[in-house]
């Protein structure tokens, strides 16, 4: 169905403090943005609360998360605070094996920002959310003064119901599980730290941020559960692993040449000084899937371009030293291996 | 040519592994100068792929280490003067001063900015002439031209409120420093590649005519570096001690004259404190006289003055006493061997500069411990 803004932007062009009040123009945004772009029945009953009918899924547990977004700029090559919003959320269903149904999008705006630019961000999360066929059956609208916000804050929550049998638990993890991840890695903090510095990258990196529900949805449709997955999101694949490793008794160990890297990411960190394993992502999932059917998994994540670049990077091992429980090993063709460890805080670019 | 995966093609390291294997019959002890080949040793593990013959000693080629701990002081210090915003490069933004890093600083309501480039710094200037930007210039001989430049289009422009707060260092003069100590052992260098971009390969005849040491100009890629070691033992076996390129494909002898003259327009030489080696003559850059208005530490003298009596705490006065930062900088103590690595020193919580910059060698040692051949 079709959607036009029917605000009148030209008469009322900026947010005020007024329209975080819950009066007529709270209401207004409501009536002529919110309701228009996002109409499905929980919605437009317009009750303090959503009312959803969860006996018509057939599932008997529900997945639910939530996720706060601040990202500047609010605007970046591959998406929008608004993609990222729907984005990360159904993406934290989708790894917990949940199909991803409803979320609610809780909106802090600073007094002075354009309507316009706030309805190019609901135009986006409607895209994202029609894509997976995700319902935003709630919300809210707060306005703080101009300067104490930094023009768009947006928290996402979100509830799925687990599909099929979903996955199987990382107490099965088992020496030879193959562990697997779904494209090429990296690409959001890089994309993103050239934006914000606007270093001119030629063409500009794209950030991954995309769903990885279609993919899931696949592989457990197909019968395979993977043991354990996760959304790769800040910290990067190696603080994934890292905390995956966390929770199991043996280690992973994991071969460099194998973690696909595109080019132009390797290169821009290359010249930054970012080590792309520890760069975000937004639209990429490792997952763990028992030997015998990394294969077929592999084969489902390629097909009809679901996860291109979807390579087994390594294994599940056993330890026969305690010390290297939950230990993550990078093993590269040199002959040697280091184990990774977490690092303290955002990664900088080095200076020379 | 792929620069990134030609020189880091396991088959080649091989290669190169057994070459220096072959070649080498005695001792040998060799000190990498960069920050960022001490890194790439690490983390590709080349240490342990050495033969026992040879050893790599670290050098303080880390333009964060390095910086005296006032400057850093300054830095901070200026953040809270109302007026003033002061910008930085990332890798600076945890390293902790007498008091506190710029984190601290900035959540204590310091007006802190993190620079990718310092012309970003400059163009924030022009756009906020209310503020004026200090830029925390530093660096070795890499960094100097584009901070020369910046200050230049500064000048050019007339754009006033905008200084730079400058700590610059030479490799050079911390080579001869090394080599001058009655404990030396290094008994040649790997010389930073792309400070030798700039510079070329002239300053290095003098050291090599008077010390009788090879050095080999050379990358940051594992094969670079193995490159660069099989050169140096090459020469120790045959007795000669020469200054060779082994980075050719980003270095000619010449350097860049067009950068250099750019830093002599508005930089002079001066003598200059190294943090953990003293001062060493002639080893760094001051800002030219004529251009004292946009030098950051003549044009606040007076407010750090007031700053310093207000608080009683002299700037760079509380030196962290445990950080071992001379020693592991000059290549006498190697991050393992100090009685705080790893305990009380953390990436999170670091004693000094080494532990915390992406160039530090205690930095390098704790991200890659735990690192074998297989």
Redesign the interface.
């Known amino acids: 169905m079709n959607w036009t803004c029917s605000f009148p932007l030209d008469r009322y062009p900026v947010i005020t403090l007024a329209h975080g009040a819950g009066g007529k123009l709270t209401q207004s945004l409501l009536d002529q943005i919110v309701y228009p772009a996002f109409a499905n029945p929980a919605l437009l009953a317009k009750g303090d609360g959503a009312v959803l009918d969860v006996g018509s899924s057939g599932a008997s547990r529900l997945v639910f998360s939530t996720d706060g977004f601040v990202v500047t700029p609010r605007k970046f090559p591959g998406g929008d605070i608004g993609s990222l919003a729907v984005c990360g959320t159904c993406n934290d269903l989708a790894v917990s094996g949940a199909e991803p149904q409803w979320i609610t999008l809780a909106w802090i705006l600073e007094e002075g920002l354009p309507i316009a630019e706030w309805v190019d961000v609901i135009q986006s999360v409607r895209t994202y959310t029609q894509a997976i066929g995700v319902q935003v059956v709630g919300g809210d609208i707060k306005v703080v003064e101009r300067g104490k916000g930094d023009q768009i804050y947006l928290t996402s929550s979100g509830v799925g119901s687990v599909y099929r049998q979903g996955l199987l638990g990382s107490s099965t993890l088992a020496a030879g599980d193959a562990i697997l991840v779904s494209g090429d890695i990296g690409r959001h903090g890089v994309a993103i730290l050239c934006a914000r510095?606007?270093?001119a990258v030629q063409p500009p990196l794209q950030s991954d941020c995309g769903h990885l529900w279609p993919a899931m949805k696949a592989l457990l449709d197909a019968g395979i559960r993977p043991k354990v997955a996760r959304d790769l999101t800040r910290g990067g694949l190696a603080t994934c692993l890292i905390e995956l490793a966390e929770g199991f008794d043996g280690a992973f160990d994991i071969l460099q040449e194998a973690i696909p890297v595109a080019d132009e990411v390797?290169?821009v960190c290359?010249l930054?000084?970012i080590d792309p394993l520890f760069s975000a992502n937004e639209g990429r999932m490792v997952l763990v899937v028992q030997a015998s059917d990394q294969v077929r998994a592999l084969e489902i994540l390629r097909e009809e371009g679901l996860s291109l670049f979807a390579k087994k990077i390594g294994e599940v091992v056993a330890v026969t030293r305690p010390e290297e429980r939950h230990?993550v090993w990078l093993?590269?063709?040199?002959?040697?291996?280091?184990?990774i460890?977490r690092?303290?805080?955002e990664q900088?670019?080095?200076?020379? | 040519m792929e620069f990134l995966k030609e020189f880091r093609n396991p088959m080649r390291a091989r290669h190169l592994l057994d070459k220096i294997r072959q070649t080498v019959t005695k001792p040998t002890v060799l000190m990498e100068v960069c920050g960022g080949q001490t890194h790439s040793l690490l983390r590709y593990g080349i240490d342990s792929l050495l033969p026992p013959h040879v050893e790599l000693v670290h050098g303080p080629g880390c333009p964060v280490c390095v910086t005296p701990m006032d400057v850093l002081d300054q830095a901070h210090r200026l953040a809270y003067l109302p007026g003033v915003t002061v910008f930085t490069y990332g890798d600076l933004l945890r390293v902790p001063g007498t008091q506190e890093d710029f984190l601290s600083v900035q959540a204590k309501g310091g007006k802190v900015k993190m620079a990718v480039s310092p012309l970003q710094a400059l163009e924030w200037a022009e756009q906020n002439p209310d503020q004026i930007v200090v830029f925390l210039a530093v660096g070795f001989e890499t960094t100097a031209p584009a901070h020369a430049a910046v200050l230049a289009r500064a000048i050019e422009k007339d754009i006033l409120n905008f200084a730079l707060l400058v700590s610059h260092v030479g490799v050079p003069p911390a080579i001869e420093a090394i080599l001058k100590d009655p404990d030396n052992r290094i008994q040649g260098f790997l010389a930073a590649g792309h400070v030798c971009t700039v510079m070329g390969l002239e300053s290095y005849y003098p050291l090599v005519q008077r010390h009788r040491v090879p050095i080999v100009v050379t990358g940051f890629e594992p094969v670079d570096l193995l490159q660069g070691i099989l050169m140096a033992v090459e020469l120790l076996e045959k007795n000669e001690f020469q200054v060779v390129n082994q980075y050719s494909r980003c270095v000619n002898s010449e350097g860049n004259p067009t950068a250099r003259a750019l830093v002599e327009q508005v930089f002079e030489v001066q003598d200059q404190a190294w943090r953990g080696l003293g001062v060493l003559p002639k080893s760094g850059l001051k800002i030219r006289a004529e251009y004292a208005h946009w030098d950051a530490q003549l044009r606040f003298k007076s407010e750090l003055e007031i700053l310093e009596s207000a608080t009683g705490i002299k700037l760079g006065s509380v030196q962290k006493a445990q950080c071992h930062a001379g020693e592991v900088l000059t290549g006498k103590l190697k991050p393992p061997a100090c009685p705080h690595f790893g305990k009380e020193c953390r990436p999170d919580s670091p004693l000094g500069a080494p532990m915390v910059s992406t160039e530090g060698a205690c930095a390098a040692y704790f991200s890659y411990h735990e690192r074998s051949a297989l």
């Open positions: 510095e606007k270093l390797d290169q290359e930054l000084g230990a093993r590269n063709s040199f002959g040697t291996r280091r184990r460890w690092i303290s805080g900088m670019p080095r200076i020379c």
